[in-house]
Antibody, heavy 117, light 113 residues
Framework: EVQLVESGGGLVQPGGSLRLSCAAP????????MNWVRQAPGKGLEWVAN????????FYVGSVKGRFTISRDNSKNSLYLQMNSLTAEDTAVYYC??????????WGQGTLVTVSS | DIVMTQSPDSLAVSLGERATISCKSS????????????LAWFQQKPGQPPKLLIS???TRESGVPDRFGGSGSGTDFTLTISSLQAEDVAVYYC?????????FGGGTKVEIK
């Protein structure tokens, strides 16, 4: 089974940028649609973006369009989320999740992003 | 965007009793092409990532106890825990994966009475 490990979270000032990574050691990463899902402190889950196995299809939630970019490198079994123009509303634990089709049955432990001055 | 509405926000159930959670979507998530409901249920315990319990509205994932059951079609869905156990204390979320953006319900917190 694929294990997902996120990294890259931390404290960033409003208007700043951050790049999250998700490593998926193993051979099946390239067969999965991959997603980023976030959870603000004490709040519910919000899907952020996903990307098809070969990167040919990408979707975003409206609140991040034009600011966030999802990408993947199947040769490195890695998923990325480039986040620009960050605001306090982007403060959350960011989960990497993947699975068959759009069903997310494998999740990482998450990485915390805090946007604050 | 498809809006997912869960109810109640929280419920307290005695051990061994039934817990029922409702999830309604603002538009149908039943695909005419394959006659499948694109609806999943997740369980999230404190400090942990979500865990997929049920996909296609009623298909339990491998290893999920059979006390968890999903039902419904179109816009109305239900997650039932037939006999609540202490380890079932968690927040439960429904999610539609019929169309982008994928959307979650607001969550239902299940506690022991």
């Amino acid at each position: 089974e694929v294990q997902l490990v996120e990294s890259g979270g931390g404290l960033v000032q409003p208007g700043g940028s951050l790049r999250l990574s998700c490593a998926a050691p193993g051979s099946t990463f390239s067969t999965y649609w991959m997603n980023w899902v976030r959870q603000a402190p004490g709040k519910g889950l919000e899907w952020v973006a996903n990307i098809k196995q070969d990167g040919s299809e990408i979707f975003y939630v409206g609140s991040v369009k034009g600011r966030f970019t999802i990408s993947r490198d199947n040769s490195k079994n890695s998923l990325y989320l480039q986040m620009n123009s960050l605001t306090a509303e982007d403060t959350a634990v960011y989960y990497c999740a993947g699975g068959r089709g759009w069903i997310t049955d494998i999740w990482g432990q998450g990485t915390l992003v805090t946007v604050s001055s | 965007d498809i809006v997912m509405t869960q109810s109640p926000d929280s419920l307290a159930v005695s051990l061994g009793e039934r817990a029922t959670i409702s999830c309604k979507s603002s538009q149908s998530v039943l695909s005419r092409s394959d006659n499948k409901n694109y609806l999943a249920w997740f369980q999230q315990k404190p400090g942990q990532p979500p865990k997929l319990l049920i996909s296609w509205a009623s298909t339990r994932e491998s290893g999920v106890p059979d006390r968890f059951g999903g039902s419904g079609s179109g816009t109305d869905f239900t997650l039932t825990i037939s006999s609540l156990q202490a380890e079932d204390v968690a927040v439960y979320y429904c999610q539609q994966y019929y169309g982008a953006p994928l959307t979650f319900g607001g969550g239902t917190k299940v506690e022991i009475k």
